[in-house]
T-cell receptor
Framework: GAVVSQHPSRVICKSGTSVKIECRSL??????MFWYRQFPKQSLMLMAT?????????EQGVEKDKFLINHASLTLSTLTVTSAHPEDSSFYIC????????????FGPGTRLTVT | QKEVEQNSGPLSVPEGAIASLNCTYS??????FFWYRQYSGKSPELIMS????GDKEDGRFTAQLNKASQYVSLLIRDSQPSDSATYLC???????????FGKGTLLTVNP
């Protein structure tokens, strides 16, 4: 497997503010990480693919200017939710892809964002 | 558009029974298949991967893949209350590496 951490685990912010979520790969160097969002009682939806040293690739319908992704090192990717609104409240989860030949992804513990 | 369908559930089984979870997928070019377990309020945990037709066993878990029928299943033998969770089927490969998830099946194991 792979060990992935996320910080913070839970955050509450006011509408209009920005929130940064960190995802760290603790036991290997991750050139690729993924960011997902999960609303209550729904499945995971891929938001974007984060590539070390290059721009993230966003899924259709995901606003790249609202969800800023920075993958500046092989162990850290960050997701910044800018000008957050209540509808952005969700469970944000990152994953890593340690062995690309197998397509296995391992998830971080997730960050629960509540926008008031 | 790629789709992954799971039996809607919820599924309730008594402790010690076999729980059977099913999944079908639409992309015939899919190559890799996964089962994730997600406890309430937690992130998904990979429990099984399967890549070729047939059965793959790991402890109490058995994954079964039938590419001709585009069907993958997960059997949990000797179910325990700690197995109570949502099980997510995920599929990838073929044209890209992205995981496509089913909506999940909620399993409850009753003591």
């Amino acid at each position: 497997g792979a060990v992935v951490s996320q910080h913070p685990s839970r955050v509450i912010c006011k509408s209009g503010t920005s929130v940064k979520i960190e995802c760290r790969s603790l036991d290997f160097q991750a050139t690729t990480m993924f960011w997902y969002r999960q609303f209550p009682k729904q499945s995971l939806m891929l938001m974007a693919t984060s590539n070390e040293g290059s721009k993230a690739t966003y899924e259709q319908g995901v606003e790249k200017d609202k969800f800023l992704i920075n993958h500046a090192s092989l162990t850290l990717s960050t997701l910044t939710v800018t000008s957050a609104h209540p509808e952005d409240s969700s469970f944000y989860i990152c994953s890593v892809w340690p062995r690309q030949a197998t397509y296995e992804q391992y998830f971080g513990p997730g960050t629960r964002l509540t926008v008031t | 558009q790629k789709e992954v369908e799971q039996n809607s559930g919820p599924l309730s089984v008594p402790e010690g029974a076999i729980a059977s979870l099913n999944c079908t997928y639409s992309d015939r070019g899919s190559q890799s298949f996964f089962w994730y377990r997600q406890y309430s309020g937690k992130s998904p945990e990979l429990i099984m991967s399967i890549y070729s037709n047939g059965d793959k066993e790991d402890g109490r878990f058995t994954a079964q893949l039938n590419k001709a029928s585009q069907y993958v299943s997960l059997l949990i033998r000797d179910s325990q209350p700690s197995d109570s969770a949502t099980y997510l089927c995920a599929v990838t490969g073929g044209s890209n590496y992205k995981l496509t998830f089913g909506k999940g099946t909620l399993l409850t194991v009753n003591p």
